[in-house]
């Protein structure tokens, strides 16, 4: 079973997020180890949970850049 992936870390830039190891940033035990996978609270904000990525995309028919609808 997959650990719980936590909303608000008390301090994200302390762990590596890219798997369900949550290893420590100065000591990663999977991929190659250069560089660690920010929380997406470092990457978006304290918000990105209630974030909907498919409410901010326009819906169909809706007239796109520049005024010009994108099915003519």
Not at 3 to 16: L, Q, S, V
Not at 27 to 36: D, F, L, P, T, V
Request: proline residues 10%.
């Amino acid at each position: 079973m997959a650990k719980r992936f936590p909303i608000h870390p008390a301090h994200p830039e302390r762990t590596c997020w890219g798997c369900d190891r949550y290893c420590a940033a100065s000591s990663m035990a999977c991929g190659n180890g250069s560089e660690r996978s920010a929380h997406p609270v470092e990457l978006f904000g304290p918000d990105w949970a209630e974030w909907d990525p498919l409410a901010s995309q326009p819906a169909e028919g809706d007239v796109g850049v520049g005024g010009v609808d994108a099915d003519r």
